[in-house]
């Protein structure tokens, strides 16, 4: 079984940092995507930024420019840098990974980071 496990979240004031970990375990080969997205309050979960194993990046409009995803494929592990934090971004945080899984397409989730940015 894959898990994800993610950390680094907390409360930061406006202007702020703050660096994101995802750890991964399990068979993770085949998982060529992964991918950091939010929800906020009352909010549907949005992606934030993706990375394939090929090092392609993608990422939300709102972000670009001051969050970066990178990983770490000898770690197993992704991590998302946000700078300039605004409290809008105010959300927990959840790692993904999808791609083949035992012949089939599939997609596993982290529980979860609360990031708080105040004003």
């Known amino acids: 079984q894959v898990q994800l496990v993610e950390s680094g979240g907390g409360l930061v004031q406006a202007g702020g940092s703050l660096r994101l970990s995802c750890a991964t375990s399990?068979?993770?080969?085949?998982?060529?995507?992964m991918g950091w997205y939010r929800q906020a309050p009352g909010k549907q979960r949005e992606l934030v930024a993706s990375?394939?194993?090929?090092?392609?990046?993608n990422y939300a409009d709102s972000v670009k420019g001051r969050f970066t995803i990178s990983r770490d494929t000898a770690k197993n592990t992704v991590y998302l840098e946000m700078n300039s934090l605004k409290p809008e971004v105010t959300a927990v945080y959840y790692c993904?990974?999808?791609?083949?899984?035992?012949?089939?397409?599939?997609?596993?989730w982290g529980q979860g980071t609360q990031v708080t940015v105040s004003s």
């Open positions: 990375i394939t194993s090929g090092g392609s990046t």
């Open positions: 993904n990974a999808n791609g083949i899984y035992r012949l089939a397409w599939k997609e596993f």
């Open positions: 399990g068979s993770i080969f085949g998982l060529n995507n």
